[in-house]
């Protein structure tokens, strides 16, 4: 079957769902738009794993099971969005024994598919069909517009503008011990955002 690869392009909040996020997906060729409904784990999960220089003090269920597929000398190979039934999104993750060569599929929710992806930093793939299904095209406008929304509102927190980077640094270090991991992204952030300006 010929696959079509995806792109982590965002998390936001879900503009539909109450206290749920919208995991954006994009095939680049094409520029259409995959958006996934996941909950709040699963977002958090999905943007730590992304960031990979932000670790919890105990391990994520992702995590855990990260290290039990590699103690066991599997890989993950890919996650494969397969298909859309009433809104919901089934999706496959392969694995591949790298001592046998034996290979092991297994059905799982796409926001865990996900949050597992990116910790191998494996390709997610669909079909044609998803992506005529579910897919959206936004225009480049409207995307820009989201951007700047989502600056803004980190921008508009205070404490954090106006903390030096000491102080920054301390309250990623508690926001981490204290497991809260939206405000510890929002700081990583404005951090990742003060380097780009010193360079």
Same mark, same amino acid.
């Given at each position: %079957?010929?696959?079509?690869? =995806?792109?982590?392009? !965002?998390?936001?909040?879900?503009?539909?769902?109450? !206290?749920?996020?919208?995991? =954006?997906?994009?095939?680049?060729?094409?520029? $259409?738009?995959?958006? &996934?409904? *996941? !909950?709040?784990?699963?977002?958090?999960? $999905?943007?730590?794993?992304?960031?990979? /220089?932000?670790?919890?003090?105990?391990?994520?269920?992702?995590?855990?099971?990260?290290?039990?597929? $590699?103690?066991?000398?599997?890989?993950?190979?890919?996650? *494969?969005?397969?298909?859309?039934?009433? !809104?919901?999104? @089934?999706?496959?993750?392969?694995?591949?024994?790298?001592?046998?060569?034996?290979? =092991?599929?297994?059905?799982?929710?796409?926001?865990?598919?996900?949050? %597992?992806?990116?910790?191998? /930093?494996?390709?997610?793939?669909?079909?044609?069909?998803?992506?005529?299904?579910?897919? $959206?095209?936004?225009?480049?406008?409207? &995307?820009?517009?989201?951007?700047?929304?989502?600056?803004?509102? *980190?921008?508009?927190?205070?404490?954090?503008?106006?903390?030096? %980077?000491?102080?920054?640094?301390?309250?990623?270090?508690?926001?981490?011990?204290?497991?809260? @991991?939206?405000?510890?992204?929002?700081?990583?952030?404005?951090?990742?955002?003060?380097?780009?300006? *010193?360079?």
């Amino acid at each position: %079957m010929d696959y079509k690869q =995806l792109v982590i392009r !965002g998390i936001s909040y879900s503009q539909t769902q109450s !206290g749920a996020y919208a995991l =954006l997906l994009e095939h680049e060729e094409t520029n $259409i738009k995959l958006p &996934v409904v *996941i !909950g709040n784990f699963e977002a958090q999960s $999905i943007s730590l794993g992304l960031e990979k /220089d932000i670790h919890p003090p105990r391990p994520l269920t992702h995590d855990l099971f990260t290290k039990f597929i $590699i103690s066991t000398h599997y890989k993950l190979i890919s996650v *494969i969005i397969y298909q859309i039934v009433d !809104g919901v999104f @089934f999706s496959n993750i392969n694995f591949k024994n790298s001592e046998t060569e034996e290979e =092991l599929i297994l059905d799982a929710r796409t926001s865990d598919a996900v949050a %597992m992806a990116v910790r191998f /930093d494996a390709p997610i793939y669909t079909t044609q069909q998803v992506l005529n299904e579910a897919g $959206i095209l936004l225009e480049l406008e409207e &995307v820009a517009k989201e951007d700047e929304t989502f600056s803004e509102t *980190i921008e508009a927190e205070d404490s954090l503008t106006s903390a030096s %980077m000491e102080e920054l640094q301390k309250l990623l270090d508690e926001a981490v011990k204290e497991e809260d @991991f939206d405000t510890a992204l929002e700081i990583q952030e404005e951090i990742k955002r003060r380097k780009k300006k *010193i360079d």
